[in-house]
């Protein structure tokens, strides 16, 4: 009985990994078909959250290696005063506070896709990311400040070829048409600023209260003693 639930665990896990490979692999066809590759992706359930949560792994850490190991000549950056938690932030919480904005808005007007959708869109979109960054990491040694202008058309090219795929992913994931994408597109940005506003208000307001409170206990210690 024993040796058979080790058997059957074995198969789990190894058709766990194939279905993580074959959704990884796919991220490869959305890039170059985003349209069927982004409509697929949800509704024909070709993408999976292990995928996507490695694609967002990946992408960080692309990131931090760019800042590190980028030649000086396009990326001067003091290693030393780097601090790794920020940059992880700089991209996760842009990346969250828009599948929650993004959610937020189009649930509202006949948007058909979930928080999970949208996440799993937005991850899978990234893809071209750490595909170019990471050639052009190693590129940059080798080439010259003259050179740069190939650095930097490509550098551009890994952004908006990611903002093109959020794009249709939203398109595809909400069944919107051009123009309304184009408008929810816009109400998600604002509505992203209006919810940092809101928090750092609200952190404002805690940082404030947890002040008063300690200097009233201060104040109080003192007059005891």
């Known amino acids: 009985m024993s040796y058979l639930t080790k058997k059957l665990s074995k198969l789990s896990q190894k058709e766990t990994y194939i279905h993580f490979g074959k959704t990884l692999k796919y991220s490869l066809y959305v890039i170059f078909h985003p349209a069927d590759g982004m409509w697929d992706l949800i509704h024909a359930k070709r993408g999976s959250y292990s995928a996507a949560n490695f694609i967002v792994l990946l992408t960080l850490l692309t990131h931090i290696w760019k800042l590190h190991f980028t030649s000086f000549l396009f990326n001067n950056v003091n290693w030393e005063k780097v601090n790794i938690f920020m940059e992880i932030a700089t991209i996760l919480l842009p990346l969250s506070i828009f599948c929650i904005c993004n959610w937020a808005c189009t649930t509202l007007f006949d948007g058909k896709g979930h928080l999970g959708d949208v996440y799993k869109g ?51 994931i909400h069944q919107y048409g051009f123009a309304k994408t184009l408008l929810f597109t816009v109400i998600t940005i604002f509505g992203m600023l209006v919810f940092i506003f809101i928090m750092l208000l609200f952190f404002s307001m805690i940082s404030q209260g947890v002040a008063y409170f300690v200097s009233l206990g201060r104040e109080i210690m003192f007059r005891l003693n």
């Open 122 to 172: 937005t991850a899978y979109a990234l893809t071209p990311y750490p595909l170019i960054q990471i050639p052009l990491i190693i590129v940059s040694l080798f080439i010259t400040r003259d050179e740069g202008t190939f650095y930097s058309v490509f550098d551009s090219i890994s952004l908006l070829w990611c903002a093109m795929l959020i794009f249709m992913a939203m398109m595809m």
